[in-house]
T-cell receptor
Framework: NAGVTQTPKFRILKIGQSMTLQCTQDMNHNYMYWYRQDPGMGLKLIYYSVGAGITDKGEVPNGYNVSRSTTEDFPLRLELAAPSQTSVYFC??????????????FGPGTRLTVL | DAKTTQPPSMDCAEGRAANLPCNHSTISGNEYVYWYRQIHSQGPQYIIH???NNETNEMASLIITEDRKSSTLILPHATLRDTAVYYC?????????????FGKGTLLTVNP
């Protein structure tokens, strides 16, 4: 299994541009997540999905959109890039198993700079 | 989810045990304690989790106090590759809530 893959690894955007960060997992996980991590800080949840066709907001959803048309893919869309969105973005997935806890598998991250 | 408190940084000598503490005094009965780590610039990596009992796997041991208000992650023989930020997270297991809330964690530096 490749696990969780993210593309691109790096990207520089100009203010006002838009882009889509791609995330794919091949573990047949039903739950997927997008986090951002600013320098020296912990991760903050942007959006998550509990299955195809179902998404919900996390802590910091403003300026982002997501969709989940398949189990494998969970793209994150930035419509009007702003300098405040300069960050490292991590995608994660997990398989819900009811009670008992579970681990999240993280991708390698996308480093985004908005100038 | 309960709030956690961790020291911002710790040092450990290579080959020695690293003991990372975490306080979670407001933990409720159905909340699990999770540990993740993040090696520089990489995505976080799951280490271990537990509810009440002590847990051990190939990476580490998790010791939870009887009152569950604190826990300790133990890396039995730390190596240089264990240098990372370690996050202690408390959350409910199961149901529809699998979201993780990350704080700033503890930067563990393993010295040769």
């Amino acid at each position: 299994n490749a696990g969780v893959t993210q593309t691109p690894k790096f990207r520089i955007l100009k203010i006002g541009q838009s882009m889509t960060l791609q995330c794919t997992q091949d573990m047949n996980h039903n739950y997927m997540y997008w986090y951002r991590q600013d320098p020296g800080m912990g991760l903050k949840l942007i959006y998550y999905s509990v299955g195809a066709g179902i998404t919900d907001k996390g802590e910091v959803p403003n300026g982002y959109n997501v969709s989940r048309s398949t189990t494998e893919d969970f793209p994150l869309r930035l419509e009007l890039a702003a300098p405040s969105q300069t960050s490292v973005y991590f995608c994660a997935s997990t398989l819900s198993r009811g009670q008992g806890g579970n681990e999240q598998f993280f991708g390698p991250g996308t480093r985004l700079t908005v100038l | 989810d309960a709030k956690t408190t961790q020291p911002p940084s710790m040092d450990c000598a290579e080959g020695r045990a690293a003991n990372l503490p975490c306080n979670h005094s407001t933990i409720s009965g159905n909340e699990y304690v999770y540990w993740y780590r993040q090696i520089h610039s990489q995505g976080p990596q799951y280490i271990i989790h537990g509810l009440k009992n002590n847990e051990t796997n190939e990476m580490a041991s998790l010791i939870i106090t009887e009152d569950r208000k604190s826990s300790t992650l133990i890396l039995p023989h730390a190596t240089l590759r264990d240098t990372a930020v370690y996050y202690c997270i408390v959350r409910v297991g199961g149901g529809s809530n699998y979201k993780l809330t990350f704080g700033k964690g503890t930067l563990l530096t393993v010295n040769p």
